[in-house]
Each structure stands twice: as C-alpha cells, then as structure tokens.
C-alpha cells in the first residue's frame, strides 16, 4: 500500500497512484456496481495511456494527452468525455477530501460533445398512433416474451404520467407501490434486490395520476402475488429495462414512429406538460428525481407537500384526452394473443 489512509494520520508525501486513490474511493460510501465498474474502465484506461504515475506528478499537459487520446478512441464524444469525468473525479476526490495533492491539475479539461439524436417529446398524433396499438385498445397483450406481459401494457402509461425513466419502473416491487395520506404513490428507491437510482435525488415519491388508477392499476397491483411488480418481464444481464427496451423499440419502428420519438421521450412529454401548465421547477425536479439548483438552505429546507405533487401530476390530465384507452383487467392480462 502506497498511503496510509488511517484518518488519525496525516497524508504522507508517498507517491499515489490512481488505482489506490479508487480503491479509497470505492470505500467512502455506497456505490452501485454499475458505477464502481464505470469508473474502474476509466482507471485502466488512464493507466494505458499514462501508465501508473504517482497522481503528485501528473500535469495538465497529461491530462490533455489523455484527453486527445479518448477522442481518437471513442465512438461517440460522450462517451469520450465520460471517461474523462470518471478520472476527474478521482482527481477532485484525491484533491479535496484526502489533500493528497494541493490542486487537482486537471480542472477545466472537457470534452465537448455532439449531440448524435436529439430526442423530442412525443406529440398527440404520435401518441394517437402508439396507444391506438390493440394492447391497449383491445388489451392483446404481445406474445414476445421480452414485453413482460402485462408489463407492455403498464409501463409506457406510467412513463407517460410519471416522467419516470424505464429502469426505474421496470425495477419497482409491489411495495414500492403504497397509499400515503390517503395518496397512491410510487416510491423510487435503491432498498430493494437489484433496484439503483441515478442520484441522491433520484430517491422520490411519485403520485399515482387519476387517470392510471381508473384504468385498474391498483387492481393489478394487488393482483401480484410476487416481489417484482413484473413477474413476466425478464431481465438483461441482471438489469431491470434492457429487454423491454428492445421490445418497445421493435414496436415504435413498426408503427412508424420517428427515431427522434423514443421511450425516454415520455420522460421529456411529462416535463414539458408540467411546464405549460406553470409548475414551479423545484416541484418538476422533485417529480423527475433532479437535484434542485440554489444554495444548500434551499435544497434542504424547502418542503414540497405530497399534496403539491399529486396536483402537479393531475395537471398534465390532458396528455391522452383523444385515446380512449381499454380498461386492464384479470382477462386483460391474462390474455397472451
């Protein structure tokens, strides 16, 4: 071991390499696997190129010559400036929290990017033409096993009026389902088997749109005899989204919806209907699990009622007005053709 990370004593002047510095990293609070093995990628990659220099002699010119080189490598400029946001991380986190180096050289070193698909919100016609779809008008539910069932019918809706990301409602349990003050909510949360958020505000509480409970999806939640919410759904390499994804994506392409109209659209039509409707931002970033802008007494102490968020969520009541959907059922969901 290159550094003595006891908190008792003081850092010594002992070279540190990136690794070690990720290590400590890694053990300085609860990180997922997905973002553990992120970063480690970033690792390897830095000591590709810059071999394993102590982090006290790395210069910025080095972080330039690291930069070029994930430009020349990666697909996608995003991708590049991911992996360099990975390593200024450690850098940052090297710098303010262990003071192993009295600056972190690479500050300000970025990797502009270009946008390859810029997603759009779906609109009415869009809309019309995706839920005019026999699963629900007719409540034919897909033989593809990737649709997960009764999920094909359920998760497009909740996207739509939760503005919830398809990873984290292909990943709720029937008890991240509940009634709160007298409000159906969804809870998104990382305290179940295999559940992740993207961030501390990713943690949130979500009202149930009225529109969604007449359509019976509390009756389908307490149809549930299982943990998952979506016991016909399969996962991809552990993970909650990656086969419905493939599902819906088939779907959209046959229906001849636009490229630029994707899943996380529904994502972009929630935020965009909150906003014509003149919701406040801190009850839209709290809604989409964002983190609140202004100084740390605003993000603290600014309480949002649960009330306030069910209206927010019944505002956007007019998403579907001209799509009469079917009302899902036990023979509903039990039919496979």
């Known amino acids: 071991m290159l550094y003595d990370f006891n908190p008792e004593q003081p850092p010594t002047a002992q070279p540190v390499k990136l690794r070690t510095v990720y290590e400590r990293w890694c053990q300085s609070a609860a990180r997922s696997e997905d ?26 010119q080095d ?10 490598q990666a697909t996608t400029t995003k991708t590049a400036r ?17 003071e192993l180096i009295p600056k ?5 070193l970025a990797i502009k990017t270009k946008t390859t698909l810029v997603r759009r919100p779906w609109d009415k016609q869009h809309l019309a033409l995706l839920f005019g779809h026999d699963i629900w008008q007719k409540g034919v539910m897909p033989r593809v096993k990737f649709a997960g069932g009764p999920a094909a019918y359920w998760i497009p809706l909740l996207a739509l009026y939760t503005g919830a990301r398809l990873s984290e409602i292909c990943q709720l349990e029937v008890n991240n389902i509940q009634r709160i003050d007298g409000i159906e909510v969804l ?6 088997e295999g559940q992740r958020v993207k961030s501390d505000a990713g ?16 009756e389908y939640v307490e149809g549930q005899s299982g943990t998952t919410l979506w016991s016909d759904l399969p996962k991809r390499s552990g993970k909650a989204g990656g086969f419905f994804s493939r599902f819906f994506g088939d779907l959209r392409k046959r229906l001849g919806i636009p490229s630029d109209i994707v899943f996380h659209s529904f994502r972009h039509t929630f935020r965009s209907a909150l906003v ?21 007494g605003a993000k603290v102490y600014t309480h949002i009622s649960l009330i306030s968020l069910k209206e927010a969520v019944e505002s956007v009541d007019d998403i579907l007005e001209s799509t009469p959907l079917a009302i899902f059922n036990h023979s509903i ?3 496979k053709h």
């Open 82 to 98: 991911d992996k360099l946001n990975w390593v200024k991380t450690l850098l940052k986190y090297a710098t303010q929290d262990l």
């Open 187 to 192: 809870k998104i949360t990382d305290s179940g």
């Open 333 to 335: 969901s039990d039919n």
């Open 276 to 296: 014509e409707k003149g919701i406040s931002e801190p009850v839209i970033d709290r809604l989409l699990g964002h983190e609140t802008p202004g100084s740390v």
């Open 35 to 60: 973002t553990a093995a992120a970063m480690e990628r970033s690792v390897r990659l830095f000591e590709t190129v810059l071999g394993d220099r102590a982090i006290q002699l790395l210069t910025r």
């Open 63 to 72: 972080g330039d010559t690291f930069r070029s080189w994930l430009t020349g």
């Open 104 to 108: 972190n050289p690479w500050v300000g």
């Open 203 to 218: 943690h949130r509480v979500i009202p149930i749109h009225s529109t969604l409970l007449e359509l019976g999806f509390m």
